[in-house]
């Protein structure tokens, strides 16, 4: 059987927006793109005079792009906005508009942008997945002279963070200790052979057995809902037997499986993403020998970090 616990960074983000989905943080701190976020982004905008050219890089489905319209639009500014992914990326609804142009296959550490082509150069959560200097260097390579840029980075000790952590614990039980998806599909594929089915079956329960006794120690601690969900997905599929062939259940199956492994690399990639203070003093260090001004200020939410917030350019920001 083929191996569905690994998949790479690409095809794992591609298949992610393929969804239509517009934020790449879901549940870890509330719509994060409201709120604390969405004002950090109302403050840079209300700095830029119209018209103007906007870049946002590792742009996803283009949640940032839909706040930077939602602005343009509010203040009658007209803005030309450019969305960049390595990712296949398309998109979300309501953002198909003449003046949004969303790039995907593009790497950010070789932008196929001029030198000085945008006034504004963006990130939301997203430039600190490439490599740092280069990725930095290149996004204010494209910067206009008297441009400004804004990037919102993750932070270590972020609630996003921490959720990434206990998400990878429980993927770990779910696809190597406990290996449900495997065993279910062995059960599938044994279940012609009385003798082989019953031994996958008592694997697969004591597993199962495994994996609620897990649900009952820590419910009351912390969210398992990852858990939760795979468990009766696999229910599901187990009990959709009468209704779809066996293929059918061997097949969603390991579709489940390749889901939960590519939501394991996205949470690999942010953990990888992640800055602490010294790092992100860094980006700031470099960004003002790159461009003149670079302030760093950490966002929060409810009493908890919530991502750093590096913004400046060549002049000290002041609303125009
Ligand atoms: C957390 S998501 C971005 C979310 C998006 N900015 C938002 O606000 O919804 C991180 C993105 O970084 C992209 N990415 C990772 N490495 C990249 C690279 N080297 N060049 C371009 N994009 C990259 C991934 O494809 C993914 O879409």
Not at 79 to 92: E, K, M, N, S, Y
Not at 287 to 295: D, I, P, S, W
Request: net charge negative; aromatic share 8%.
């Amino acid at each position: 059987m083929a191996d569905m616990r690994t998949t790479d960074s690409v095809t794992a983000w591609s298949q992610y927006w393929s969804a239509g989905r517009l934020s790449s943080c879901p549940g870890a701190a509330d719509n994060n793109y409201s709120g604390v976020i969405a004002a950090a982004w109302e403050a840079f905008f209300a700095t830029i005079a119209a018209p103007a050219e906007l870049l946002d890089i590792a742009c996803g489905n283009g949640a940032l792009l839909a706040l930077a319209q939602e602005h343009a639009r509010a203040v009658g500014k007209r803005w030309q906005l450019t969305g960049v992914d390595r990712a296949a990326v398309a998109p979300a609804a309501g953002l198909s508009d003449a003046d949004i142009s969303l790039q995907h296959g593009i790497d950010m550490h070789a932008l196929p942008f001029a030198d000085h082509s945008f006034v504004m150069v963006c990130s939301q959560f997203g430039i600190e997945y490439g490599h740092f200097p280069d990725n930095l260097t290149e996004a204010l390579r494209v910067l206009k002279p008297q441009g400004r840029f804004q990037f919102l980075l993750h932070c270590a000790d972020s609630a996003i963070a921490s959720r990434a952590e206990l998400q990878l614990q429980q993927i770990d039980l779910l696809l190597e200790q406990w290996a449900l998806f495997g065993l279910l599909q062995q059960m599938l594929h044994d279940e012609p052979e009385p003798q082989r089915f019953q031994l996958a079956k008592q694997r697969f329960d004591h597993a199962a057995a495994s994996a609620f006794a897990y649900l009952k120690a820590n419910r009351s601690q912390h969210d398992v809902s990852l858990i939760e969900q795979s468990l009766q997905q696999l229910g599901g599929i187990w009990q959709s037997r009468g209704q779809q062939s066996s293929a059918d259940a061997l097949q969603a199956c390991a579709d489940a499986a390749v889901a939960v492994a590519s939501l394991r690399q996205r949470l690999l990639d942010q953990q990888a993403a992640v800055l602490d203070q010294a790092q992100a003093e860094n980006w700031q260090q470099l960004a003002r020998q790159l461009v003149g001004h670079a302030e760093l200020s950490l966002l929060q939410q409810r009493g908890r970090a919530l991502g750093w917030c590096l913004t400046g350019g060549n002049q000290t920001l002041s609303a125009s």
